[in-house]
């Protein structure tokens, strides 16, 4: 019997990693899934902190096209 309750979950995870460090597709796959997140995280910090600026920005370029069309 396990004592720790996070154990099962820990083994099941290792066999896993075991398994698929074997695979060199899933390996590939592994690497490109961790570039596609870090990617996807850059984006959200870059969208969080220059929010507000590009706010503007887009709501400029829509102000300009807006009065070249009056």
């Not at 309750?5 to 590939?28: K, S, V």
């Not at 596609?36 to 370029?61: C, H, P, Q, R, S």
């Amino acid at each position: 019997m396990l004592k720790h309750p996070g154990a099962r979950l820990r083994q099941a995870a290792g066999r896993l990693a075991r398994r698929l460090a074997g695979d060199e597709d899933a390996a590939t796959t592994i690497e490109y899934g961790l570039i596609v997140t870090g990617i996807a995280m850059a984006l959200v910090v870059i969208v969080f902190t220059m929010g507000d600026e590009l706010e503007n920005f887009y709501t400029d370029i829509q102000t300009q096209i807006a009065d070249r069309n009056d």
